[in-house]
């Protein structure tokens, strides 16, 4: 009696299956939308004009944290971003908004 040595049709089925859930999975948990969703900005780490996720004005160097306004600047639209008060633009080399 000879082995069929083919592997059968639903075995690949669970094979990509298990396959896809892997990258996935990575793509949740590895890429920059998760990376933005930990608190990036802290009030010990505070974020220049345009950085992203923070939780109160202290996390900002620009004193100025908006919320959920990160499709405007490429996040999830509940990500929080750091910008300059209306009125002020951000200078790069004082790192404030003047």
């Not at 896809?20 to 999975?25: G, R």
């Amino acid at each position: 009696m000879k082995r069929n040595k083919r592997i059968k049709r639903s075995t690949w089925i669970v094979i990509i299956a298990i396959i896809l859930v892997a990258v996935l999975v990575y793509v949740a948990f590895f890429t920059a939308d998760a990376v933005w969703d930990r608190d990036l900005c802290r009030t010990d780490r505070p974020c220049a004009h345009g950085g992203a996720d923070c939780d109160r004005n202290e996390d900002c160097l620009t004193n100025n944290c908006v919320g959920d306004i990160g499709l405007k600047y490429g996040f999830h639209s509940w990500i929080d971003v750091c910008l300059c008060r209306e009125g002020t633009s951000w200078n790069e080399e004082k790192q404030s908004c003047i």
